[in-house]
């Protein structure tokens, strides 16, 4: 009797696996399972965005004025070492500015121009002095940095294992509480892929120059979720 209620049990509680799935033997016993397999990497990678923001009365000379910095912002990214690939324009914009008062019409007091890139660092030792550098450049407005894994297949790939092996442990223990074996596996399908930082760990590198901004790689944990079915019998 026991058998008999198993699969229906689990179809209930996966649904939607249960509705694309392989068709197993009438006698066959249905086991879904969902696991994740995770594993860590130092980010060798980061990406931030660097801007100028300029004001003036013309929009000629805000224009003007914000291209001479933005030209010595994207100059020190260069000089630091950041190749021509990993500098891209993100935003190039002029805005009227006005003054507002109350029960007054708005009057136009100006004009204000942004520009900004958004640059790939591949030498995180020199993040920090990539940093100083736009900001002596001219560069007004700093976000960042967003670590990453430059090639994160090799490292998928042993959580995609570690997943697979995950499922399948999961299904000896339903099976052997159920006094059953696994038979085989039905179906494979990967849900997802995702990277997050964890954590946080010094590099020690990072920090040769006291005047050096202090920038923090961390460790990021790359993870991939699968869904398994499997075939249980006696």
Do not use: C, W
């Not at 910095?69 to 500015?97: C, E, F, H, N, W």
Request: charge should be neutral; glycine fraction near 8%.
């Amino acid at each position: 009797m026991m058998n008999r209620l198993l699969p229906l049990l689990l179809l209930t509680a996966t649904p939607a696996l249960a509705a694309d799935g392989d068709r197993l033997p009438d006698h066959g016993t249905r086991l879904d399972i969902v696991a994740t397999g995770e594993v860590q990497r130092t980010p060798d990678i980061a990406t931030i965005g660097a801007g100028v923001v300029t004001q003036a009365n013309e929009a000629g000379k805000a224009m003007a004025a914000n291209a001479d910095r933005m030209a010595a912002t994207v100059a020190a990214l260069r000089k630091a070492g950041v190749a021509d690939r990993d500098i891209q324009t993100s935003q190039v914009s002029l805005q009227p500015q006005y003054r507002y008062g109350d029960n007054q019409p708005p009057v136009l007091t100006g004009y204000q121009v942004a520009n900004r890139v958004t640059v790939r660092l591949r030498d995180l030792k020199n993040a920090g002095r990539v940093l100083d550098a736009l900001v002596a450049a001219g560069a007004n407005q700093i976000d960042g940095p967003t670590f990453g894994v430059d090639k994160p297949e090799s490292a998928l790939d042993e959580a995609r294992t570690q997943a697979i092996a995950t499922a399948r442990a999961r299904a000896e223990l339903y099976a052997k509480a159920a006094g059953l074996k696994v038979v085989r596996i039905a179906r494979i399908s990967e849900s997802g892929q995702m990277e997050s930082p964890i954590r946080p760990m010094a590099m020690a590198a990072m920090r040769n120059k006291a005047a050096d901004t202090p920038v923090e790689a961390g460790e990021q944990s790359l993870s991939v979720t699968v869904s398994v079915s499997f075939e249980l019998g006696q």
